[in-house]
């Protein structure tokens, strides 16, 4: 299969760098130079369970590739999509499907704007994976990939996506009940993410105490109540055992948005706990403890230089 990954940091670099490893054609999009020049340079330097190798695999600008991919894979933050799918046009054929594995809601919607909704996989993704230097990234433990198409219908292609990525050890389902498993990524990582950037603990620091661990829990508890009423079936319970699990094995883990903030950069706020936020006042509930953590992150990101740190 021909593909182009959109977004070649952690995830982007696993999932280039797997489907490269097993026979696709595949092409990382990025804008650092030094993670280009990097790859193009050494090859995609990646670390799995399976061990460490260097995987070729070419690195581009999107501006120099004109070919058309059957398959565009977006794994820049949702923040960015609009404007690397502006500069992607020109790579959308006829046939081509984008997919996304982007956290939080509204990345269809997004997409849409470009992309017809029937050429749009929306899914989740729970693989583990940190970039550690230009051209290099590493990924301990295992995963699973949930996908299915924009509008609902199981389409052929998706069972060619399916196989490519089971082959490349990517463990995919094609599910119609991939909504229920977004929003639970959504509850997950508006709990985790805003209270490690607000916090700047890591996982492990804020949930041992007693209020970390009992505000992790609320949020979840809001954002699938959200779902729920939306007419998602998400399931509390199965959130809060991944918390748990979180709480016990990535004790050491700073998720994306507490590395961002600590980075100065803008974060993904507002398509995970904001986008809770919008959902929940457009079927008339509140998420309190939500939307005080949407708006606490909010005021830190557009005031880093003015922080007090020490």
């Known amino acids: 299969m021909k593909i182009a990954v959109i977004?070649?940091?952690a995830m982007g670099s696993l999932f280039g760098g797997l489907l490269s490893e097993n026979c696709n054609d595949v092409t990382l999009i990025d804008v650092s130079k030094a993670h280009i020049d990097a790859i193009n340079e050494n090859g995609l330097f990646l670390t799995t369970d399976a061990g460490e190798r260097?995987?070729?695999?070419?690195a581009r600008y999107v501006n120099e590739i004109e070919e058309k991919p059957d398959l565009i894979i977006i794994f820049t933050k949702t923040?960015?999509?609009a404007n690397a799918l502006d500069s992607a046009k020109h790579l959308i054929g006829e046939k081509t499907y984008v997919m996304t594995l982007q956290n939080g809601l509204g990345n269809a919607e997004l997409i849409e704007k470009y992309v017809p909704k029937e050429k749009i996989i929306v899914g989740m993704t729970n693989f583990p994976c940190d970039l550690i230097g230009p051209g290099k990234a590493c990924s301990h433990g295992n995963g699973v990939v949930i996908a299915m198409s924009a509008d609902g219908q199981n389409y052929p292609f998706l069972k060619d996506v399916r196989e490519t990525f089971n082959n490349a050890g990517l463990n995919c389902e094609i599910s119609p009940d991939v909504f229920v498993h977004i929003w639970e990524k959504v509850a997950f990582n508006a709990a985790l993410n805003t209270l490690t950037a607000v916090t700047r603990l890591r996982i492990g620091d804020m949930s041992s105490t007693e209020q970390g661990h009992?505000?992790?829990?609320?949020?979840?508890?809001e954002v699938i109540g959200v779902a729920n009423k939306t007419?998602?079936?998400?399931?509390?319970?199965?959130?809060?055992?991944?918390?748990?699990?979180?709480?016990?094995?990535?004790?050491?883990?700073?998720?994306?948005m507490m590395q961002d903030t600590l980075a100065k950069r803008q974060t993904e706020v507002d398509f995970i706990n904001g986008?809770?936020?919008r959902e929940a006042e457009a079927v008339g509930m509140d998420v309190p403890v939500t939307r005080v953590m949407h708006l606490l992150v909010k005021i830190i990101q557009q005031r880093y230089n003015e922080q007090i740190l020490a």
Do not use: Q
Request: charged share 20%; proline share 4%; aromatic share 10%.
């Open 275 to 277: 986008s809770v936020v």
């Open 54 to 58: 260097y995987i070729k695999v070419p």
């Open 7 to 9: 977004g070649a940091g």
């Open 214 to 221: 009992s505000l992790a829990f609320e949020i979840a508890k």
């Open 79 to 81: 923040i960015y999509s």
């Open 231 to 256: 007419g998602v079936h998400a399931d509390l319970e199965a959130v809060n055992k991944n918390l748990e699990m979180a709480f016990e094995y990535h004790k050491s883990h700073m998720p994306s």
